[in-house]
């Protein structure tokens, strides 16, 4: 127990930190910081700046308009330092009484949210401004032990009054009720005390302006009327006479009820400095550690508040998911021809040496026999047919037809996403916005450069074939260079059937044909042919195992263009129609698993285990005061 309030501390401090560290998130989640609620208050405004071990107990001297508050907190200052004249307007801003030596600065943090001034004249605390201020002064006949502040009236029709006064009561460790005969049942008192008996706050009662000896048959009454209805257990009650002159000379006498010669005045400021300091900060601790973590309206009810929204948005990232957004049956297949070429540059490329000198030379010379063919192939048109271009046009038609999908799914989802996902779909939906996206997805789509892509995809795949199967490469390698041996003999015979050079302009007849890829591949030789020609029966069985090898590794290179080309249009979608929408939507969904949050409910389980071990600790009876137990009403 010795290290339990500099332990509270730290996971308080911690629990502060975590909390700024979700700003980012609530903004995403369109949430609020906490800052404001009750729980939030009791943090900052108490628990936090109060843990110091040498801070001194702070006592409140609160009560109704007209109760005789500066009376009570001139006696606890031990002089005349408050206005007590009945025709002087209520206390607007409270009025903070420090020991001699005491560092002032640390007021700023002790009462956050107040301008801290230094108090210089009487009327200051009356001014009716906006602004909160608490202004301080020091007192030499204060002990170093208390700090005392004279507050606002917590009845007051001023709204502003009672702001002031919540924030105190937040910031104290003692209040001492200042109560009359027609103010104990008061509303507006009843209320604010009830919030502090919930806080387990140390309360002290003074009857004041008490008509003797009438009043000494009701007070019994009267305290037990303010105990049910407050459920306030005091330390102390105090019996205050109605003596005008004696109030205004500061020479009043308190006296104590329920303790051994209940006739002599008590010194209220003396049997304050007597608390026990550890006893009351465990108690104020207990109280205001229970607000914070109250299951209905603490800081762990906020966090469900925080991942209910957080689920909401995940709920709207799914509905929205890409994958969802369209599906596309029947993407353009890419033509052959670009697709076969791809694959002989790439082959190209890997050739070295003489092997790559010879098969230079022979592909240079087929390609000037092949031009007569490709003039034809030609003929009738303005200009050289490009497979590419044609295929651009039909990969247009489908992306509009997806296009097309992706806002009708988009409507839908609209229409079922609930308050996070329909104002944000909404203005996509418009034609203006429509409009745009379809002018800039033409334009990008344009611009793409189809042969680039489709080169990076052959390299890739066959990179892949590479390293995947690197004996089966080495062997289309070795058949490589046994076809830069065989073309002198061959490149005519090859013409003559198709495969050489007149393969240029007849691969449209045969471009369905995955072995002539294949063929391709292999150094422009139709392998068994060759082997054939040549009687080399191992060229032949070499040359066939390889090609069919070949055949079933690339036959779905179209395929994998395909998905790559829908890859970039979903790209594309996402930045065009929906921009940032998405990625917004999954860092929302995702609060619950960032740091700050999962710290926030392991501090939160710290603290609760904390609160656990806190018995309720009341302040134990001296031989001449009375007990919390006794000072109830008989």
């Not at 009791?42 to 110091?52: A, E, F, G, N, Y």
């Not at 209910?308 to 957004?325: I, M, N, P, Q, V």
Request: some cysteine.
């Amino acid at each position: 127990m010795p290290n339990s309030l500099a332990d509270c501390a730290d996971s308080l401090e911690q629990l502060r930190n975590h909390i700024e560290a979700l700003g980012e998130q609530l903004e995403g989640l369109g949430l609020p910081p906490p800052v404001g609620d009750e729980w939030h208050e009791l943090l900052v405004r108490k628990l936090l700046p109060q843990l110091d071990t040498d801070t001194p107990l702070i006592v409140a001297v609160v009560g109704g308009t007209n109760t005789g508050k500066s009376v009570v907190f001139n006696h606890v200052a031990g002089e005349a330092v408050s206005a007590t004249s009945p025709l002087a307007s209520g206390t607007r801003h409270p009025l903070c009484l420090v020991p001699e030596g005491f560092d002032t600065d640390r007021l700023r943090t002790m009462f956050d949210g107040f301008t801290i001034i230094p108090w210089s004249q009487p009327e200051q605390t009356l001014e009716d401004v906006p602004e909160h201020q608490l202004f301080w002064r020091t007192c030499p006949s204060l002990p170093d032990n208390l700090l005392v502040l004279d507050s606002p009236d917590i009845d007051s029709d001023a709204q502003v009054n009672w702001e002031r006064a919540e924030w105190l009561r937040r910031s104290a460790d003692v209040l001492i009720a200042v109560l009359t005969q027609q103010k104990y049942n008061d509303a507006a008192v009843k209320q604010f005390f009830r919030r502090a008996a919930a806080e387990d706050l140390a309360t002290i009662v003074v009857f004041n302006q008490c008509q003797f000896p009438d009043d000494e048959q009701y007070w019994p009454a009267w305290l037990e009327t303010f105990v049910s209805e407050t459920g306030t257990s005091p330390e102390f009650v105090y019996l205050v006479p109605y003596d005008r002159s004696s109030a205004e000379s500061g020479h009043l006498e308190f006296l104590g009820r329920l303790v051994p010669d209940p006739e002599q005045p008590r010194d209220l400021q003396q049997d304050l400095s007597s608390l026990r300091y550890e006893t009351i900060k465990f108690r104020s601790l207990r109280g205001s550690l229970g607000r914070l973590l109250a299951p209905e309206s603490g800081v762990g009810a906020w966090l469900e508040t925080v991942r209910g929204r957080s689920d909401e948005f995940h709920r709207a990232a799914e509905l929205l998911s890409a994958e969802h957004l369209a599906s596309i049956d029947d993407w353009p297949s890419v033509p052959a021809r670009p697709l076969i070429n791809s694959v002989r540059s790439w082959w190209r490329d890997q050739r070295s040496g003489w092997s790559a000198g010879v098969h230079s030379f022979y592909n240079t010379i087929g390609h000037g026999l092949a031009w007569p063919f490709r003039k034809l192939a030609g003929a009738g048109t303005d200009t050289p047919q490009d497979p590419l271009a044609e295929y651009r046009e039909i990969e247009w038609s489908s992306m509009l037809g997806s296009l097309e999908q992706v806002y009708r799914r988009l409507a839908w989802c609209r229409d079922a996403g609930g308050a996070q996902l329909g104002p944000r779909l909404s203005p996509l939906l418009e034609g203006e916005s429509r409009q745009a996206v379809l002018e800039q997805l033409r334009t990008a789509h344009q611009e793409c450069e189809l042969n680039d892509e489709l080169s990076q995809m052959v390299a890739e795949a066959l990179e892949e074939f590479r390293s995947e199967s690197p004996r089966s490469f080495r062997l289309l390698k070795r058949i490589d260079k046994l076809a830069a041996v065989a073309r002198p003999v061959t490149s005519v015979a090859l013409f003559m059937v198709g495969f050489g050079p007149v393969g240029e302009v007849a691969a449209g007849a045969v471009s369905d044909a995955a072995m002539q890829s294949a063929l391709h591949v292999a150094g422009d030789v139709a392998g068994g042919t060759v082997a054939a020609t040549l009687g080399e029966s191992a060229i032949s069985q070499s040359a066939a195992t390889g090609a069919g090898y070949i055949e079933s590794k690339f036959r779905n290179l179209q395929d994998r263009f395909a998905v790559r080309r829908a890859g970039w249009l979903a790209t594309q979608l996402e930045q065009l129609v929906l921009g940032d929408l998405a990625r917004e939507l999954e860092f929302a969904a995702a609060t619950p698993r960032c740091d700050a949050f999962q710290g926030l409910e392991s501090t939160v389980g710290s603290l609760a285990a904390m609160l656990e071990e806190l018995a309720p600790l009341s302040v134990p009876p001296s031989n001449s005061t009375p007990s919390a137990a006794s000072s109830k009403a008989p």
